[in-house]
């Protein structure tokens, strides 16, 4: 026990949270959930919020368990989903719940704030990120246009973690990779941008200072302490952003990898030294979001799993089992139905079975019936799908890609991982599933001086966890296949 070290990460996605603790011993890592719970949207004034007393309550309920068991916890570290944010008055408390990136009041704002204020390429030529309504640039601007009184009164602004360390510390910071979500940090100055924030009535000292991650922010407050039953627990700056989190933990072993962080969501990408911004990047709307150490996570967003998810609600005889439902989905002749699953008719449809149909008859197809042929599409096309983003990735990586690593829930996901080796034709590797925790802790591990930097930090991961390996088979069908999807979907190499 003596070289064991234990860390405490606290995860919270747009649905539910969770607090985990880390251990590291003899150069592995292991992991142990403590309390996993929802995160409930809040409806009310026709605006949808975040319940930010509600996260820092279960904080505090997974610390006070620790507290008990005795867990010698060396840190606290908190990643959450991107862009939100919340407002601090001058007597330092916060003004309201946040809103959240679901809430309709960015719903054509940001077509008027580029009409009004910056035009959509010089936004784009400053932040290098794709262009998505709630993102904190459209979000901010839309409180402004609407006289909301929680920004206009606002001495600080405070991303999602931030403001949950916080609470926890006292102590007001920026961290840099949630800070890259919002639409208003220039990746080459590494620091939010002057222009982009007097476009919205606001100046560089509203936000906290910049901090790179495995910064440790501060220790939690003797008001902390004493609900919790813990000491002087120093607040670790991890990657704020969960994603960031999630790369971190990548077990590569050099720098030419792709990755896929597959869930809800699929987020494909490299890791560059710098920012990519260019024509390219900007015609296929790449993004450039914040690493760690200096990288930019280069990516683009893909509709992942939410097409199965949803479908899954919809069917009333699929088998309950994931495995036997797609052991089934592998009977079905493939390619019979192919979609684009990044077409604005799958983004939040009120049937998603449906528009799937509907999408393949006003395509030509075969319409898929029955769940088996529908699941088949969507596992066959997201793996086309993908295809064609990794192809675009190897034009503009400066190294050769020889690896593409599925980390994430999806990972688990084999039929699917077989099917992205066989479209790509590079070697998968598969796992960890628990990226973003693992990822999260690693970051705690270097502020406290356990681990040197990224690399000494994926090895120990590689080290602690069992990969799948998948190579690529069937290329001439799965080229052919590729040709007919771009067909279909009308869609340029």
């Known amino acids: 026990m003596e070289n064991q070290q234990f860390f405490f990460a606290v995860d919270l996605g747009a649905t539910s949270g969770r607090t985990i603790v880390g251990s590291l011993e003899s150069g592995k890592i292991s992991l142990e959930e403590i309390t996993r719970f929802d995160n409930n949207l809040i409806q009310t004034g026709g605006h949808f919020y975040w319940d930010v007393y509600a996260l820092y309550n279960e904080i505090i309920k997974g610390l006070k368990i620790v507290a008990q068991r005795e867990i010698p916890i060396t840190s606290i570290g908190i990643d959450t989903w991107g862009v939100d944010f919340v407002c601090i008055g001058d007597d330092d408390a916060i003004l309201r719940n946040p809103l959240s990136y679901r809430d ?8 008027a704030y580029f009409e009004k204020c910056v035009d959509r390429k010089k936004v784009y030529d400053i932040t290098g990120i794709q262009f998505m309504n709630f993102n904190s640039l459209f979000q901010l601007y839309a409180m402004r246009e609407n006289g909301d009184t929680a920004l206009r009164n606002a001495q600080k602004i405070l991303f999602v973690p931030d403001c949950l360390s916080y609470m926890l510390t006292g102590k007001q910071v920026c961290e840099y990779t949630i800070a890259s979500t919002s639409q208003l940090l220039d990746p080459r100055t590494k620091d939010l941008d002057h222009d982009l924030l007097t476009s919205v009535g606001l100046s560089r000292d509203i936000f906290g200072e910049m901090v790179a991650p495995s910064t440790v922010i501060g220790t939690i407050t003797e008001e902390v302490q004493a609900m919790t039953g813990l000491g002087a627990i120093p607040v670790v700056a991890v990657a704020g952003h969960d994603t960031a989190s999630a790369v971190a933990a990548v077990p590569a072993r050099d720098e030419h990898f792709a990755y896929l962080s597959s869930g809800t969501w ?7 030294g710098d920012a990519i911004i260019n024509e390219r990047s900007f015609d296929l709307n790449f993004t450039n979001e914040g690493g760690v ?3 930019t996570r280069f ?4 509709c992942g799993m939410w097409l199965y998810e949803r479908c899954r609600k919809e069917w009333t005889d699929a088998p309950k089992s994931h495995r036997e439902l797609q052991a089934e989905a592998m009977k079905v002749t493939p390619f019979q139905s192919l979609i684009n699953p990044d077409d604005q008719v799958f983004a939040n449809p009120a049937s998603m079975v449906e528009a799937i149909q509907g999408y393949c008859k006003a395509t030509g197809q075969h319409v898929p019936e029955g769940y088996a042929e529908i699941c088949r599409c969507i596992f066959d096309s997201l793996a086309l799908r993908y295809r064609q983003v990794f192809k675009w990735l190897k034009e503009f990586a400066s190294f050769p890609i020889d690896t593409l690593h599925i980390i994430g829930g999806g ?10 080796a066989n479209s790509t034709g590079v070697e998968v590797l598969a796992g960890p599933q628990e990226g973003t925790a693992i990822g999260n802790i690693m970051l705690q591990a270097k502020a406290c001086g356990i681990v040197k930097d ?3 930090m994926r090895r120990i991961i590689a080290d602690s966890i069992e990969m799948k390996r998948f190579v690529p088979q069937e290329k001439e069908m799965w080229e052919e296949a590729y040709q007919r999807y771009l067909e279909v979907t009308g869609q340029k190499d």
């Open 411 to 420: 990972s688990l996901n084999e039929y699917l991982d077989q099917f992205t």
């Open 293 to 295: 150490e200096g990288t």
């Open 266 to 272: 699929s987020l494909m990408g490299i890791e560059a």
């Open 104 to 111: 309709p009041h960015t719903f054509g704002k940001m077509e």
């Open 454 to 456: 990224i690399w000494e």
């Open 299 to 302: 990516l683009k967003n893909i």
